[in-house]
Nanobody, 118 residues
Framework: QVQLVESGGGLVQAGGSLRLSCVASGIIFSINDMGWYRQPPGKQRELVARITKGGITEYADAVKGRFTISRDNVKKTVYLQMNSLKPEDTGLYYC????????????WGQGTQVTVSS
């Protein structure tokens, strides 16, 4: 059984910073892409950033220049450093990982809330 556990969310004022972490555990032979998605209130889930096993990154236009995704393959952990936060960054942030365990499957964390006040 594979689990993804996020941490680091919270309440912050506009202009502030937060760092999210997500660690994978369980029967894991390899982790391919990892990423962060968010679901703003009343909206669909959307991609924030993702990173390949080799470190190639992709960002949503809305977060480019403010957010940085990184990963530690030994620790099976992905991070999201969020700077210059805006109220529109508010939402439930989910970690995703494409994991080769018993089979190859995309796994999701339970989500961590990020709230940015104006």
């Amino acid at each position: 059984q594979v689990q993804l556990v996020e941490s680091g969310g919270g309440l912050v004022q506009a202009g502030g910073s937060l760092r999210l972490s997500c660690v994978a555990s369980g029967i894991i032979f390899s982790i391919n892409d990892m990423g962060w998605y968010r679901q703003p209130p009343g909206k669909q889930r959307e991609l924030v950033a993702r990173i390949t096993k080799g470190g190639i990154t992709e960002y949503a236009d809305a977060v480019k220049g403010r957010f940085t995704i990184s990963r530690d393959n030994v620790k099976k952990t992905v991070y999201l450093q969020m700077n210059s936060l805006k109220p529109e960054d508010t939402g439930l942030y989910y970690c995703m990982a494409s994991i080769l365990g018993v089979g190859l499957k995309d796994y999701w964390g339970q989500g961590t809330q990020v709230t940015v006040s104006s």
